[in-house]
């Protein structure tokens, strides 16, 4: 079973920067998509960033330019540095670990971590 934790979330000011975290705990990490989703009040989840097993990056296009996604294999994390931060960036952003083997399917997510752009 797979266990993730995000960390780094917080209250900035706009045009701030934040750096977060997730650690996610088994072995699947390295073969692994992960990603970054938020979730602002009344608002569906979004995908914010996805990097493949292999360094592919992909991010949608309100934050490209912005954030960066990246891993590192040896901790088994995933960051997502936030630069330029905008009042509607506030949301709770959420570590997803997604891999398929064959049928079977592994999808987990994190608990989330707070971000809060405002003056």
């Given at each position: 079973q797979v266990q993730l934790e995000e960390s780094g979330g917080g209250l900035v000011q706009p045009g701030g920067s934040l750096r977060l975290s997730c650690a996610a705990s088994g072995s699947i990490f390295?073969?692994?998509?992960m990603g970054w989703y938020r979730q602002?009040?009344?608002?569906?989840?979004?995908?914010v960033?996805?990097?493949?097993?292999?360094?592919t990056t992909n991010?949608?296009?309100?934050?490209?330019?912005?954030?960066?996604?990246s891993r590192d294999d040896a901790k088994n994390t995933v960051y997502?540095?936030?630069?330029?931060?905008?009042?509607e960036?506030?949301?709770?952003?959420?570590?997803?670990?997604l891999h398929v083997?064959?049928?079977?399917?592994?999808?987990?997510?994190g608990q989330g971590t707070q971000v809060t752009v405002s003056s």
């Open positions: 390295s073969i692994s998509t602002a009040p009344g608002k569906e989840r979004e995908l960033a996805r990097i493949s097993s292999s360094g991010y949608a296009d309100v934050v490209k330019g912005r954030f960066t996604i997502l540095q936030m630069n330029s931060l905008k009042p960036d506030t949301a709770v952003y959420y570590c997803n670990l083997r064959f049928t079977v399917v592994y999808d987990y997510w």
